[in-house]
């Protein structure tokens, strides 16, 4: 079985290209580390592709302990084995009372890489990730 994960995206549009309607389930779920929202495949067509749209929202840096951060992302993976996950996403940090904006990938185990900084919140964003 084959899953996909998007995380804290609260008005994502999710778009699975490679299982019909009625060969999926949405089901929110969330850990100690995320929350969000798990799509199971259940047939033997397993997904290889994912999107989600959002808006990102901005962070309140003055309401979040030191060093706090946030991140926004689509994956795909098994939610039961953390080492299985892809990542691609926004990351919201806060540092000296100011919120600061990545974009940014990640194979887990591997830590992320931040790709390109300087983004803003209140942009329209569209990520996909894709196994080839």
Known sequence: MTFVRVAAVAAAVLIVAAAPAGARTIVQSQSRSWGGYIVNSKSSAPFNRVTADWTQPAVNCKKSPANARAR??????????????????IQAVCAGGQASYSLFYQLVPDEPVIVSTGLRPGVDWNVTMQYI
């Open 72 to 89: 926004f992302w689509v994956g795909l993976g098994d939610p039961s084995d953390d080492n299985e996950d892809q990542r691609a996403g």
